[in-house]
């Protein structure tokens, strides 16, 4: 079975940095759109930053500067390097792969920033 299997959540203090690295087990890894979206507790899921199948990137307002989204089409691996972490990054955060008519989702991510 298919599936997107995050990691790297975690409790951190603001200023502080994380790296969620998502590994699929599909095999069009290398063709497809990869996000990294969240949701805070009251709040709907929102897109984070994606990287195209040829490496375009794109961000939040609130994140940019701050955070990377990377691949590794060799690894089925798409990465968020987040930065200088503030409070209101708290939220689970999922990983999205989007190919054609297909939307596959992870399972989440803790993510807790405190000040």
């Known amino acids: 079975q298919v599936q997107l299997v995050e990691s790297g959540g975690g409790w951190v203090q603001a200023g502080e940095s994380l790296r969620l690295p998502c590994t699929y087990s599909?095999?069009?890894?290398?063709?497809?759109?990869m996000g990294w979206y969240r949701q805070a507790p009251g709040k709907e899921r929102e897109l984070v930053a994606s990287v195209a199948r040829g490496g375009s990137t794109n961000y939040a307002d609130s994140v940019k500067g701050r955070f990377t989204i990377s691949r590794d089409n060799a690894k089925n691996t798409v990465y968020l390097q987040m930065n200088s972490l503030k409070p209101e990054d708290t939220a689970v955060y999922y990983c999205?792969?989007?190919?054609?008519?297909?939307?596959?989702w992870g399972q989440g991510t803790q993510v807790t920033v405190s000040s």
């Open positions: 599909g095999s069009f890894f290398r063709l497809a759109t």
């Open positions: 999205n792969l989007r190919f054609a008519t297909l939307t596959y």
